[in-house]
């Protein structure tokens, strides 16, 4: 499946972020399921700390942010430096640049968990960002509700105001 993504991410780059929009990332749980079938969840801080769980084991570690739209993650066991290919509210697609050009996939929990990447990738090279990939975005579900709402108790404040 690494394959098929990394040929999708040159197609879709333009609908992706900068690292450097930290707000798309801190304090939100990302996850990533590694070959094993482990899933482990990092959380990056805004003070630069970094709590990595491996099946509900953590570790506290550090994140910096470098030149070229990298990223530096230093743990207790291991520090590595990754090259962003793309990031957007949901998914983050990091390279570790070796030989074997191992690819890190981080998904929000909150709205990727369970989905499936690739299709999530694909949707986003034949449609855009812009069109909604997976109908989780609350928000613009909620708004006709407000409208409607706001529009009762304005035509209940004239009814009163008749009388």
Not at 45 to 55: A, D, F, M, P
Not at 58 to 69: I, M, T
Not at 75 to 87: D, R
Not at 89 to 97: A, N, R
């Amino acid at each position: 499946m690494e394959h098929y993504i990394k040929n999708i991410i040159p197609n879709i780059k333009q609908y992706g972020k900068l690292l450097s929009q930290k707000e798309y990332f801190l304090n939100k749980s990302w996850l990533l399921i590694n070959d094993k079938g482990d899933v482990i969840q990092f959380t990056f801080k805004k003070n630069g700390e970094l709590i990595v769980s491996t099946n509900g084991d953590a570790v506290k570690g550090k994140w910096e942010l470098l030149a070229s739209n990298k990223i530096l993650l230093e743990s207790t066991v291991s520090t590595l430096q990754l090259e962003n290919l793309f990031f957007n509210k949901d998914i983050i697609v990091l390279l570790k640049p070796s030989k074997t050009e191992e690819l890190f996939i981080l998904i929000n929990e909150t709205v990727l968990k369970n989905k499936d990447v690739y299709e999530y990738l694909k949707n986003i090279e034949e449609n855009g960002y812009d069109h909604p990939v997976y109908d989780d975005d609350w928000e613009e579900s909620i708004v006709p509700i407000f409208v409607v709402i706001g529009i009762i108790l304005i035509a209940y404040v004239i009814f009163n105001l008749i009388k």
